[in-house]
C-alpha cells in the first residue's frame, strides 16, 4: 500500500491550499485517513481525520478545534483519496503536511508535503 500526497506550496497568509492524499495497491478497507502535521520544532500533530463506523458502515470526522472552520477534511471513497481544504491560511500552519491512513489493520504514512505561508 502507497499513500501518494500532493497539493502543497508557498502561499501568502489568507490563502487557500487543497492537499490530496491517494492510496493505492492491495487495499482491503480503509478504516480511517486523516492528515497530521508537524511544524519545526514541534511533534506531529493530528489536523483532522475522516473514520469508518464499524457499526453504522457511515463516516466520523474530526478536525482540530484549532483549524475548525477553516480546514475541511472529506474523502472520495471511490478514488481512495482524503483531502485537506485549507483557507484562510495563517503563518502558524506553515509545516509538514502527512497523510496517514489504517488500512486492513495496518498502518500507513505517505510522504510529507511542504506548507509555507508568508508574504
Known amino acids: 500500500v502507497q499513500l501518494q500526497a500532493s497539493g502543497g506550496g508557498l502561499v501568502p497568509p489568507g490563502g487557500s491550499l487543497r492537499l490530496s492524499c491517494a492510496a493505492s495497491g492491495n487495499i482491503s478497507s480503509i478504516n480511517d485517513m486523516g492528515w497530521y502535521r508537524q511544524a519545526p520544532g514541534k511533534q506531529r500533530e493530528l489536523v483532522g481525520s475522516i473514520t469508518t463506523s464499524i457499526t453504522s458502515g457511515g463516516t466520523i470526522k474530526y478536525v482540530d478545534p484549532g483549524v475548525k472552520g477553516r480546514f475541511t477534511i472529506s474523502r472520495d471513497n471511490a478514488k481512495n483519496t482524503v483531502y485537506l481544504q485549507m483557507n484562510s491560511l495563517k503563518p502558524e500552519d506553515t509545516a509538514v503536511y502527512y497523510c496517514?491512513?489504517?488500512?486492513?489493520?495496518?498502518?500507513?504514512w505517505g510522504q510529507g508535503t511542504q506548507v509555507t505561508v508568508s508574504s
Open positions: 496517514n491512513a489504517w488500512i486492513g489493520g495496518y498502518n500507513y
